[in-house]
């Protein structure tokens, strides 16, 4: 299955020429007419930046680029920019807030956004109130000198971006950080390389339970499914970029009800092409 997923991802990093960062840009949960951009805009004022308003406007695949939105998980936050809606305002600045802590001691920039994101908590928490309303929103940061622009378009926040993102392939906090990463034998190109432990979209085996890792060591998860990066950036573009992208490969359907809260299933269809050429590959997939 995974060596169909890869196919899917070789496909789609081939046809849309992604660059390295742009391999690690996902698409929200919801449809562009669906959704806003909220922006936070933060001016130089004398010096240091400063908050100065919040905004909504239109969503676009160019935009969610410059954003670097990616999509977070609980083990970290690994951009500034992130669904919000009007229930979740103060949790979702405060996501922001740890990135800004996370990063602010690596770069000026960041430092002197972070300390006015600190001073003007109060006053984004309630302008962001006041301009959402029901729909779905992506907040992102905008500065604006002599022209506005995403902090995204940044070429240092794109590198702090980029190297946040291949952490994931390895890192993980079990109450403690674990890195797993070795030298080996990667599982689908077959290539010696620096291998990953935590680079597959699924969870074949559990590694939250120390029990449950090879040797009882959590460190040592690369040995259970070796994944090299050009491999694991292929995983996930065929993920991210392929199969969500078309409603056809994936569903989802009710497993049960607790606490009156529906729990969802959810299922994919792995197109596997077997017998046929690449050309012929390539063809099908196009087709799909």
Not at 7 to 25: A, C, N, R
Not at 76 to 89: A, E, P
Not at 272 to 282: L, P, S, T, Y
Request: charged share 30%.
């Amino acid at each position: 299955m995974l060596d169909a997923i890869k196919e899917l991802g070789d496909y789609v990093k081939e046809k849309e020429k992604l660059s390295d960062v742009e391999i690690f840009i996902e698409n929200p949960p919801f449809s562009e007419t669906e959704g806003r951009l909220i922006c936070l805009n933060f001016k130089k004022l004398e010096g240091k930046y400063d908050y100065i308003s919040c905004h909504a406007e239109d969503i676009t695949e160019n935009k969610l680029t410059k954003c670097l939105y990616t999509e977070s998980v609980a083990q970290k936050t690994k951009t500034f920019s992130l669904n919000i809606g009007k229930t979740n305002v103060e949790s979702t600045v405060g996501k922001i807030e740890r990135w800004f802590n996370n990063h602010k001691d690596e770069n000026e920039l960041i430092e002197s956004i972070y300390n006015a994101f600190i001073n003007q908590k109060a006053n984004i928490i309630s302008d962001l109130k006041g301009a959402l309303s029901s729909g779905r929103y992506i907040i992102t940061i905008k500065i604006i000198n002599n022209q506005e622009k995403f902090l995204g378009e940044i070429e240092e926040i794109q590198r702090l971006f980029k190297r946040d993102n291949i952490h994931q392939l390895y890192q993980r906090k079990f109450g403690v950080d674990i890195e797993s990463k070795g030298t080996g034998t990667c599982f689908l190109c077959n290539n010696n390389a620096e291998v990953y432990g935590f680079a597959s979209p699924f969870g074949f085996y559990t590694v939250d339970k120390r029990g449950f890792s090879p040797y009882f060591e959590q460190k040592d998860t690369w040995k259970q499914l070796p994944i090299c990066f050009d491999c694991a950036v292929s995983l996930r573009l065929g993920m991210k970029k392929f199969i969500d992208r078309h409603n056809s490969l994936s569903f989802r359907f009710i497993d049960g009800v607790k606490n009156n809260k529906k729990i969802w299933i959810r299922c994919y269809i792995i197109p596997k092409f077997i017998f046929v050429g690449a050309g012929e590959r390539q063809k099908k997939i196009e087709y799909l």
